[in-house]
């Protein structure tokens, strides 16, 4: 059993910072099922348009590191709070065996949080996300047959995806001028539900002006790509991620310095 004042200190402070580790653990936690259940709808349509160019023998999305984040968060909450229980019963009770496997462990989950930082960090947007889409839209089509189900949910997809962000096309607008089209529209119906400075949905006869509106129309009409809104709304929730992991990190690498050090003094 450690004894002294320095020994005490390193004790109960052990046990409180595991005890934070614990609760931002579960903030964590909730905050990954948060993402899982709040899913912005354009990982809809990566998971579209990755079907439509698998269809057509075209390497698709590598997307596996930010569609996967959230369940990989939630993993990984999971066991830094049961470590970070057990981390405060191996403090109270000074066990020798037990805080040095508390510190192995840390250790490796304190190396494997880095290298994963590292890993999502040296992503390519360019090549994971904008090529495979610019690809994709050349098989969009605004007229599918009924029985084409494929077609349909990309159409769709497509449509919802640029309603929400307010966006048109990968790049702009432009992006969709080698489609066929119906009559003399150039861009589909979700480039255009709404205009610039206005709340209210567009009418029919609005969409339809719209849609066969030239592209240098974008001072009127929401006309610029959703690619930058797509980096945009990942790297958020990247930031609010790695917030997240870092405040857990640094509490987890003093645990390990305490963990050593009661280790050295227990019996």
Known sequence: MAEGCIANFVKYTLFLTNFIVFVLGVVTLGFGVWIMVDKPSFLDLFTNAEDILSEHNINGFDLGVYAGAPVILIVIAVIVSLIAFFGCFGALKESKCLLITYFVILLAIFIGAIVGAVLIFQGDFESQIKSPLIDSIKYYKDSPAEDDTQGIAFKNIWNTVQEELRCCGVDNATDWKDITWQGNNNKPEGCCKYTRNQ????????????????????????????????VDEIENQQDKIFGAAIGTTVVMFLNMLFSFALCTMAD
Do not use: H, L
Request: overall charge negative; aromatic content about 18%; charged content about 25%.
């Open 199 to 230: 709340d209210e949905e567009n009418t029919p006869n609005q969409i339809e002006v719209c849609r066969s509106a030239p592209y240098n129309s974008g001072d009127k009409y929401y006309y610029k790509g959703c690619y930058q809104i797509f």
